[in-house]
């Protein structure tokens, strides 16, 4: 996999962006798969600033969740359906019907998740799946031991994720779900691109283990390295534990500029 190295989390935004904005010229209505927390939102805001410009069109673009939380209402603030509504669609200036998403509040849990992977497929397949990581290396919500070949299902959150998660329910870990559907590691394997962004010191371990370490379910981002298209974009925080650093910033400094990433 490559490793791009960038010196802060507005580069990597920036960097991603811009990937972003070059598939939508390729392919103008790509289905972008999109992560929530603190670590896409720069190139939420990148990729919006470049619309504004003029430089990206995303007009025809499709958005696609990675996962949500069981038992939130769809509008409840923090559902992840409502946290892309706010930070994905409404600055692209796109509607519900460009996005989708698994059913959170199904009763039917298991039925919902099998009816994501196949309304992905019928979609045609992920383009670009943009990741973030846990602390622990979880994608998605891919926990520590997750099957490597997993599909969309229902997982139940960690205690640490349960706590990295509470500043988004005023600090109160009680409202935070103990369950989430999330698309399954083999799932998120068959999506054309993946692209996982990692920035700040709390990351590099997960770094670290997800690019030098075996591939391992214990860390679900090592899975990674099965995949024939993956970039990891670190900050310099990020990849400070990574022993091929330097390697990895000759390589991405000497690319021919037309590849991208
Ligand atoms: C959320 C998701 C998670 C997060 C991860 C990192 O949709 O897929 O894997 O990417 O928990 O979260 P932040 O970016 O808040 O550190």
Redesign the pocket.
């Known amino acids: 996999m490559e490793v791009v190295i960038v010196p802060d989390a507005e580069a990597g935004g920036e960097l991603v962006a811009t990937a972003m904005a070059q598939l939508l010229g390729r392919k103008p209505a790509a289905l972008l798969g999109v992560?929530?927390?603190?670590?896409?939102l720069p190139v939420y805001r990148a990729l919006a600033a470049q619309v504004a410009a003029g430089r990206a069109d995303v007009s025809r673009a499709r958005i696609a969740q990675?996962?949500e939380y069981v038992g939130l209402p769809p509008e409840h603030p923090e559902s992840?359906r409502s946290v892309l509504a706010r930070e994905v669609l409404e600055p692209l200036g796109l509607g519900l019907e460009a996005f989708m998403g698994p059913d959170g509040t199904a009763t039917d849990v298991q039925a919902a998740c099998e009816a994501y992977d196949r309304a992905l497929a019928a979609a045609g397949g992920v383009d670009l799946q943009l990741?973030?990581?846990?602390?622990d290396g979880?994608?998605?919500?891919n926990e520590p031991c997750s099957s490597l070949a997993s599909r969309t299902r229902i997982k139940t959150l960690t205690e640490q994720?349960r706590i990295?998660?509470a500043r988004f329910f005023d600090g109160d870990i009680s409202q935070v779900p103990h369950h989430v559907i999330?698309q399954g590691i083999g799932t998120i394997l068959e999506a054309r691109h993946l692209v996982l962004l990692a920035t700040?010191e709390?990351?590099a371990d997960a770094v670290a283990a997800t690019v030098e370490g075996p591939v391992a379910a214990i860390c679900p981002a090592s899975a990674l390295q099965l995949h024939p298209h993956a970039t990891i974009v670190a900050d310099e925080a990020a990849a400070s534990k990574l022993k091929l650093a330097d390697y990895f910033r000759h390589t991405y400094a000497n690319k021919p500029e037309w590849q991208g990433i």
Request: charged share 10%.
């Open positions: 992560a929530t927390g603190s670590t896409p990675l996962d992840y990741l973030g990581i846990g602390t979880h994608i998605g919500f994720t990295d998660n999330t700040g709390g990351k």
